[in-house]
């Protein structure tokens, strides 16, 4: 059964700098493009980064575009989001996604993506 759990959230300062991890089991983790999306009150579920299966290959919401970073640890079967300099737009519960088959550009969106992780609330003070 797969399983992705992200941990990492928390209170930071506007500024601050967070790093989220997915960590997935049950499945050949290098056979899967993996995504970050994140979800504010009210708002819809939105892309925020992913990458290919190999880690060459990255791709991100133009807001978030030299801020933060997405890397993945195959031998470790786990994926980051490595968020700096974040603002107070940026709370929102963050979730990692993983698929077997995504390229451009289902890759930045939700409905394509197979499994899901349950989610870290990502908090900033401003």
């Known amino acids: 059964q797969v399983q992705l759990v992200e941990s990492g959230g928390g209170l930071v300062q506007a500024g601050g700098s967070l790093r989220l991890s997915c960590a997935a089991s049950g499945v050949t983790f290098s056979s899967y493009v993996m995504g970050w999306f994140r979800q504010a009150p009210g708002k819809e579920r939105e892309f925020v980064a992913a990458?290919?299966?190999?880690?060459?290959?990255?791709y991100y919401a133009d807001f978030v575009k030299g801020r933060f970073t997405i890397s993945r640890d195959n031998a470790k079967n786990t994926a980051y989001l490595q968020m700096n300099s974040l603002k107070s737009e940026d709370a929102a519960v963050y979730y990692c996604?993983?698929?077997?088959?995504?390229?451009?550009?289902?890759?930045?969106?939700?409905?394509?993506?197979?499994?899901w992780g349950q989610g870290t609330q990502v908090t900033v003070s401003s």
């Open positions: 996604a993983a698929d077997p088959f995504l390229g451009p550009p289902d890759i930045a969106s939700k409905a394509k993506y197979t499994y």
């Open positions: 990458i290919n299966r190999s880690g060459g290959r990255t």
